[in-house]
């Protein structure tokens, strides 16, 4: 994955060379997950701020939306939990109002992670099941490993 980071670093460069705001953005949201990905989470949250930046300068919203959600998860992989809900809630408000159901399942996930990364069970697996049911209305992959999430929590 190193690998594919250097790569991707490598194409946002020649974005910004050649002027492609919708590019740089783009790549900067996908090398910001990737860095968190990779175990660099300070890392991914530079490369995340800025790529927020840029998605809402440019007016792209669903961008924004992943980039605070990954965000959210970067500061909870740091212990920053109370930042990390705030980017997550961030992230459902605005995927609510452009209607993406994907991303308000993605955003429901990171909220319950991060809920149960707090030590709230409950609130956390209840997180977990609306986005299972959201992941699952989509048909996205995505629900296996949450139903995995919700499983390994137990009956509760």
């Given at each position: 994955r190193?690998?594919?980071?250097?790569?991707?670093?490598r194409a946002v460069e020649v974005c910004r060379e050649v002027g492609s705001r919708?590019?740089?953005?783009?790549?900067?949201?996908?090398?910001?997950?990737?860095?968190?990905?990779?175990?660099?989470?300070?890392?991914?949250?530079?490369?995340?701020?800025?790529?927020i930046e840029l998605v809402r300068d440019l007016g792209v919203r669903g961008g924004e939306v992943e980039a605070?959600?990954?965000l959210g998860a970067a500061h909870r992989d740091l212990g920053?939990?109370?930042?990390?809900a705030d980017h997550h809630r961030r992230a459902l408000s605005l995927a609510q109002t452009i209607e993406s159901l994907?991303?308000?399942?993605?955003?429901?996930?990171g909220l319950g992670r991060t809920e149960l990364a707090a030590g709230?069970?409950?609130?956390?697996?209840?997180?977990?099941?609306t986005a299972l049911a959201l992941f699952t209305k989509v048909g996205a992959g995505e629900a296996a490993e949450v139903a995995a999430e919700?499983?390994?929590?137990?009956?509760?």
């Open positions: 190193a690998g594919a980071a250097d790569a991707l670093a919708l590019g740089t953005a783009t790549g900067l949201v996908f090398l910001g997950a990737l860095r968190r990905e990779n175990g660099d989470p300070a890392a991914a949250i530079e490369t995340l701020t800025e790529a605070l959600n990954e920053d939990l109370d930042l990390s994907m991303d308000e399942a993605q955003s429901y996930a709230r069970p409950a609130e956390g697996a209840e997180h977990l099941r919700l499983d390994r929590l137990g009956p509760g």
